[in-house]
């Protein structure tokens, strides 16, 4: 039964990645699974757990026991859904290209610069309303690059300047 459910969330995950390798290990007359890319392992599953070995927002581990709801093949997407934030090249069952999810910033995000925690924010430009959210944003000025090369985030702590992407999986909890 196991046997089967990890089979089938590594096929999913291969289907939907075809630059990449499906690899079956077998040790101890069990089966695991790993996708490969080039050199890299980049994904392991075994009967215990899926393995992610790039950057994820959470530790990159899942064991099964943890995973209380979810078929394989929704358990496959959602590591498909990791290898697009990650910017692997990967599809839906559809064939259409994942896209990476939006970067949030949250209280949680952390600073690339200064590792203070909850300090990120988004810059306005432009003339901001009155209203504007502090919590959330600060204020950049109204000249814009004319190259669109503006930062998008900054930090309040140490000014560190720069874009969503680059704090996409920096979280308290992680290096
Ligand atoms: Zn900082």
């Known amino acids: 039964m196991r046997q089967t459910s990890e089979e089938e969330?590594?096929?999913?995950?291969?289907?939907?990645?075809?630059?990449?390798?499906?690899r079956v290990v077998e040790a101890d007359k069990k089966k695991s699974y790993q996708i490969v890319l080039g050199s890299e392992i980049l994904v392991e599953i075994d009967d215990e757990k899926v393995k992610m070995n790039f950057p994820t927002m959470g530790s990159g581990t899942m064991h099964?026991?943890?995973?209380?709801?979810?078929?394989?093949?929704?358990?496959?997407?959602?590591?498909?859904?990791?290898?697009?934030n990650a910017g692997f090249k990967v599809f839906s069952r559809r064939g259409i290209p994942i896209k990476k999810a939006p970067v949030r910033i949250t209280t949680s995000t952390i600073c690339p610069s200064c590792k203070e925690r909850g300090t990120i924010k988004?810059?306005?430009?432009?003339?901001?309303?009155?209203?504007?959210?502090?919590?959330?944003?600060?204020?950049?000025?109204?000249?814009?690059?004319?190259?669109?090369?503006?930062?998008?985030?900054?930090c309040t702590s140490c000014e560190w300047q720069g874009d969503f992407e680059e704090v996409r999986f920096s979280r308290k909890g992680r290096e």
């Open 122 to 154: 988004e810059i306005l430009y432009g003339l901001p309303d009155e209203q504007y959210d502090r919590e959330k944003y600060v204020i950049g000025g109204c000249c814009l690059d004319p190259e669109g090369n503006d930062p998008e985030i900054q």
């Open 64 to 84: 099964w026991r943890g995973i209380l709801e979810g078929t394989p093949e929704t358990v496959g997407e959602m590591i498909l859904r990791n290898l697009a």
């Open 9 to 22: 969330v590594a096929q999913t995950i291969s289907r939907g990645f075809p630059e990449a390798v499906l």
